[in-house]
T-cell receptor
């Protein structure tokens, strides 16, 4: 079984500052993928960034970077230079290769509000 | 344009009246899945399908049915909806079942069961 924990229900960040969203996970799979999704108030789910369990480098995509610490089972998302449009809910998710189940397991989400 | 399309986007209905939420993807993806999103719980998988005629239960399958007769379509069926199925539903697809494949989501369907 996989479990994703996001301990921050909500966060405020000042525009142009960086923000770190915490994500820890638990899995018995040796090979897995970690994902972050953004859900703005309009409701759609937008894929942001991916980190593979065997990737040695931390993933980066524009202003998004993933601080992956495998031994600690954490995959924190860092958003640099926050913008008002970053206000949204953010979900951490993982997908393993265990038994016959290839589902995406989600955390409860963190709501980010960017202040001008 | 590559996309996952869900219909309807919004639906208010009554207990016991059968309904179907359609999902279609145009990316030739093998893997498709349905999730429901409830406050404080994130997204939970209802059913998934690895390919045509191959479906399996996710974490919360009770009260739902699915079918995968064609690769592009994966409808979600509520035979006898109940108020506890009021939720935001997402269909998603990915190229295949490999762990490095992101899932692409539809825009969501908000169901209210009275």
């Amino acid at each position: 079984a996989q479990k994703i924990t996001q301990t921050q229900p909500g966060m405020f960040v000042q525009e142009k500052e960086a923000v770190t969203l915490d994500c820890t996970y638990d899995t018995s799979d040796q090979s897995y993928g970690l994902f972050w999704y953004k859900q703005p108030s309009s409701g759609e789910m937008i894929f942001l960034i991916y980190q593979g369990s065997y990737d040695e480098q931390n993933a980066t995509e524009g202003r998004y970077s993933l601080n992956f610490q495998k031994a600690r089972k954490s995959a924190n998302l860092v958003i640099s230079a926050s913008q008002l449009g970053d206000s949204a809910m953010y979900f951490c998710a993982m997908r393993g290769i265990g038994s016959n189940d290839y589902k995406l397991s989600f955390g409860a989400g963190t709501t980010v509000t960017v202040r001008a | 344009e590559a996309q996952v399309t869900q219909n309807p986007r919004y639906l208010i209905t009554v207990t016991g009246k059968k309904l179907t939420v359609t999902c279609s993807q145009n990316m030739n993806h093998e893997y498709m899945s349905w999730y429901r999103q409830d406050p404080g719980l994130g997204l939970r998988q209802i059913y998934y399908s690895m390919n045509v005629e191959v479906t399996d239960k996710g974490d919360v399958p009770e009260g739902y049915k699915v079918s995968r007769k064609e690769k592009r379509n994966f409808p979600l069926i509520l035979e006898s909806p109940s108020p506890n199925q009021t939720s935001l539903y997402f269909c998603a697809s990915s190229l295949d079942r490999r762990s490095n494949q992101p899932q692409h989501f539809g825009d969501g369907t908000r169901l209210s069961i009275l």
